[in-house]
């Protein structure tokens, strides 16, 4: 990547294979998205998986990671999973977007509790359009998120999806208005393969 002139590298650590509850790595390979940053970070020195090779080139990836305003799935509490988000900003992790959540207090209540912790990198909130009615359902169940009462009762008094994908449309924009006004640094939109809502979005907010 680093001979295509890629700079920015969100190192993620993947789902599990369909089939599969819980993420298992391959033989040799990273159990956590950390280790992956850990990598990175000393290609930035200059220093290879092969450490016999000479004359190496240090890299110079930016580094994102996520985050969860309510907690990775996996994590027993949130205190834990900020510690792990720490973690991986120690281990040379440059800026944070956050997974997916459609109530902005729980985004803000997240980023002080990572100020607290001495996570100081920039925070990106991560916004997705709910745009069908099968989104009450999978989201949550999905990425482990909570969908406000207030909005789950917009979306069930619609008639169809396209009156579902304007109150998403509208939810998310003024999600995004929120948050801008509070001086986040960007906002990262979830297309899910799907940009036409998230034109719309951008249109009214930017």
Same mark, same amino acid.
């Given at each position: 990547?680093? %001979?295509?002139?890629?700079? &920015?590298? +969100?190192?993620?650590?993947? #789902? ?5 509850? %819980?993420?298992?790595?391959?033989? #040799? ?13 000393? +290609? ?15 890299? &110079? ?7 969860? /305003?309510?907690?990775?799935? *996996?994590? /027993? ?5 900020? *510690?792990? $988000? ?13 997974? +997916? ?8 209540? %997240? ?15 991560? !916004?997705?359009?709910?745009?069908? !009615?099968?989104? $009450? ?7 482990? =998120?909570?969908?406000?009462?207030? $909005? ?16 998403? =449309? ?8 929120? $948050? ?11 297309? +899910?393969?799907?940009? *036409?809502?998230?034109q719309e979005i951008v249109k009214q907010v930017f």
């Amino acid at each position: 990547m680093n %001979f295509l002139d890629i700079e &920015n590298v +969100m190192a993620l650590r993947g #789902d599990p294979i369909p089939g599969q509850r %819980f993420f298992t790595p391959d033989e #040799d390979g990273h159990k956590y998205s950390r280790e992956l940053v850990e990598q990175i970070s000393r +290609m930035n020195r200059g220093q290879y998986l092969d450490d016999t090779l000479t004359d190496t080139v240090p890299t &110079n990836f930016c580094i994102g990671v996520a985050g969860y /305003p309510e907690k990775h799935y *996996e994590a /027993p509490n949130q205190a834990c999973d900020i *510690e792990n $988000l720490k973690r991986k900003v120690d281990a040379g992790a440059n800026y944070i977007v956050t997974q +997916m959540f459609f109530d902005n207090a729980r985004f803000f209540r %997240f980023v002080e509790k990572c100020r607290e912790q001495g996570i100081t990198v920039p925070i990106v909130p991560g !916004l997705k359009p709910i745009s069908t !009615l099968k989104h $009450l359902e999978m989201l949550p169940r999905t990425f482990s =998120i909570d969908i406000p009462q207030e $909005l789950v009762k917009a979306i069930r008094s619609c008639k169809n999806n396209k009156e579902i994908n304007q109150v998403g =449309i509208e939810w998310c924009v003024a999600q995004s208005k929120d $948050l801008i006004a509070h001086g986040v640094p960007a906002v990262h939109y979830y297309t +899910m393969g799907k940009s *036409e809502n998230i034109q719309e979005i951008v249109k009214q907010v930017f």
